[in-house]
């Protein structure tokens, strides 16, 4: 087989294919563009209207209630004003935008899924090869068919992360339903549950420490490919430490490293604390 | 032990040859299993399928506790789902109150389980995020009974079950005999008539086993239910039943009360598991006794109008102490105020030893070849 001819054939037939995807389909992708830097958008004024003395201290008081830990609360808020005295409260909240806007993108499209895959293993094995591959690939593959077909900017992030952040929820959930112990099952029958009381009273119980753990992991995957995203203008603390990269600014680019950790602290915390505090919910609930 | 009423009552659950065979190819290994005679192992070999339960048919009337023991692999615990329809039959009917659950629609099917039959399991499966209270009220719950009144009426079912301090407890703050009596509590919740007991015992300490099964019969007989109760253990059945099923291979192959189980067992693995079982409170003075006549021609000169008297159902503990206080040798066995038959102390050693007398005739017969 001549290889070089092979090589420039297959490429030739991937641009074209992509190009004729972006060709005829530009106006589907043009309306996603718009949707998802809407939904940004949203969300980073939400975050934006707030002056940053006044947010740090929302984020801080949240993290008192879920986590019940006043020095926890206070170090939050104290490392988010930091972010600010670092001239990076923008990028900072910005980047939480885009964290927050994918992965409940990744939430609502994962847990369903993964529901649907837990009570189905015949659509479980059809999605595990799936998201193996996705699993298995580094990251930024998904950051170039994202620009080709969305262009520089916040879409082409968001969708990337969106990518990377499915997997975790959607197998944990899937994972979580098809667990259910065969008593219980035996024991909602027996006592004449309907299907969607069996779901919820007792497959989902069951469930919930698994679907959270994946809504955690998902939360953290998005973390890591939203810096990753900097490089195609993501905006936000990724585009900060691309940049600082690029012209070897070492001071700034750790700035941003120390205000990306800070955030990933507080969130990962806060989302573990919700966990808990859904699980007492649900004690309660009867 | 009581004895059964001998004039049967509402029939509550029964079965009619119903098979159950598990296995893609179902239906093929049962017919060949009937006309071509197949053994259970050929029908695993040739289909892959597994006989869990065949040709059974059996009747649980109003009032009655009905035991279903065997081994592991017996086909019991197949048997018990069969009358819920948690397993469906692969040929036969099974009726519950003279309704035939294979013709039930799902929502129908689901009425007949929340109301009618309630279900406790060897595992317990008491959920792990909810109270005792919670838990006690399940069924309740998913018939769509409002909090306060599925709440009071689960406080009562506790009460009963004597836990009513524990409501407010998780399980895992419960011993496994304290959690079993939640299971229980939680089955009665929904008073249902029949209540189907899956080895609910099995898992406990003999103790605390022995103190359930008093307490499982006197609350089912005071609150009017029916039972039908699986064990592997032949005393608990004893203990518990008031008609026992002895099941061996997916068959039932002996059927009756306790003492006709003891006294007559049907087969060789009958009689090895009656073998251990103590006949002192299982053995009547009708079962063992001798005919007057035969017991004169003995004695000559003896009358049967000067021994001490005892009643047909006395038991043989009851027949020692009577015959070891009176000093004498034989007692006159009374019913309805006639001499029906006289105890020797041979008899009574006998019966002890778990071989009838030959007087009730239709009982004597295969024990002889059937303890070789």
């Not at chain 1, 004729?20 to 809407?38: I, K, P, R, Y």
């Not at chain 1, 927050?100 to 293993?121: D, E, F, K, N, R």
């Not at chain 1, 298995?136 to 170039?144: E, F």
């Not at chain 1, 490293?257 to 919700?274: F, G, P, W």
Request: proline share 4%; charged share 20%.
């Amino acid at each position: 087989m001549n290889e070089p001819t092979f090589a420039t054939h297959f490429d030739e037939t991937v641009d074209g294919a992509l190009e004729w995807v972006s060709e005829h389909c530009a106006g589907f992708f043009d309306g996603l563009n718009a949707v998802l830097t809407g939904l940004y958008e949203a969300v980073f004024w939400g975050l934006k209207v707030v002056p940053y003395p006044g947010l740090a201290v929302l984020i801080g008081l949240l993290a008192w209630r879920l986590t019940a830990s006043r020095g926890f609360a206070l170090g939050a808020t104290l490392a988010l004003l930091l972010c600010a005295f670092m001239g990076l409260w923008q990028e900072t909240i910005s980047t939480l935008a885009l964290v927050l806007t994918a992965t409940t993108l990744a939430l609502a499209v994962g847990i369903p899924l993964g529901v649907a895959a837990g009570l189905s293993p015949a659509l479980n094995r059809t999605f595990e090869p799936l998201l193996d591959l996705i699993q298995t690939l580094p990251p930024y593959i998904y950051l170039l068919p994202a620009i080709a077909l969305l262009g520089y900017g916040t879409a082409t992030a968001l969708v990337a992360t969106f990518i990377v952040a499915v997997p975790p929820v959607l197998r944990l959930t899937a994972l979580g339903i098809s667990r259910t112990p065969r008593q219980f099952i035996e024991l909602g029958e027996a006592s004449g549950t309907s299907t969607a009381q069996l779901f919820f009273k007792i497959r989902v119980p069951f469930a919930l420490p698994s679907i959270m753990t994946g809504v955690n992991q998902s939360l953290m995957m998005a973390f890591g490919m939203v810096v990753i995203a900097g490089i195609v203008g993501s905006g936000g603390l990724g585009e900060v430490i691309y940049g600082a990269i690029r012209t070897l600014d070492i001071a700034r680019s750790i700035n941003g490293a120390i205000a990306i950790v800070i955030l990933t602290l507080i969130l990962d915390r806060l989302a573990q604390s919700a966990t808990r505090a859904g699980k007492e919910a649900l004690h309660e609930s009867h | 032990m009581k004895t059964t009423n001998d004039t049967p009552g509402d029939v509550l659950v029964s079965c009619q040859s119903v098979w159950k065979v598990f296995g893609k190819r179902a239906p093929e290994a049962m017919r060949a299993y009937l006309e071509r005679g197949l053994s259970k192992s050929q029908i695993l070999q040739d289909f892959g399928c597994v006989v869990g339960v065949s040709d059974v048919s059996m009747e649980l009337r109003r009032g009655e506790i009905f035991c279903i023991m065997g081994l592991s692999g017996s086909g019991k615990s197949t048997l018990i789902r069969l009358l819920n329809r948690l397993i469906t039959p692969t040929s036969g009917h099974v009726r519950v109150k003279g309704l035939d659950l294979a013709s039930l629609e799902a929502k129908a099917l689901r009425e007949v389980r929340a109301k009618h039959i309630g279900m406790v399991f060897q595992s317990v499966a008491l959920l792990p995020h909810r109270t005792v209270l919670e838990n006690a009220a399940f069924g309740l719950e998913v018939q769509g009974v409002g909090k306060a009144e599925r709440h009071k009426v689960a406080e009562q079912a506790l009460t009963k079950v004597g836990l009513a301090e524990w409501a407010g407890r998780y399980p895992d703050e419960l011993s496994g005999g304290m959690q079993q009596r939640v299971g229980l509590a939680r089955a009665i919740t929904s008073d249902p008539e029949v209540i189907l007991m899956d080895e609910p015992f099995s898992a406990l300490d003999p103790l605390i086993r022995r103190q359930l099964q008093d307490e499982f019969r006197q609350l089912t007989k005071s609150l009017g239910k029916s039972a039908v109760f699986i064990t592997h253990d032949l005393e608990e059945a004893i203990r518990i039943g008031d008609r026992i099923a002895i099941m061996k291979d997916g068959v039932i192959i002996q059927e009756g009360t306790a003492e006709d189980i003891v006294l007559n067992p049907k087969d060789a693995y009958v009689a090895e598991f009656v073998a251990g079982i103590s006949r002192l409170h299982l053995v009547r003075a009708h079962s063992i006794m001798t005919a007057v006549h035969a017991w004169r021609a003995s004695r000559p000169g003896a009358e049967a109008e000067s021994l001490a008297r005892v009643e047909a159902q006395a038991d043989l503990d009851e027949l020692i102490n009577l015959m070891v206080g009176s000093g004498s040798d034989a007692l006159a066995v009374v019913q309805k105020g006639a001499i029906v038959g006289v105890v020797t102390q041979s008899d009574l050693l006998r019966g002890v030893q778990g071989q009838a007398q030959e007087v009730p005739a239709v009982h004597a017969a295969p024990i002889g070849e059937a303890s070789l």
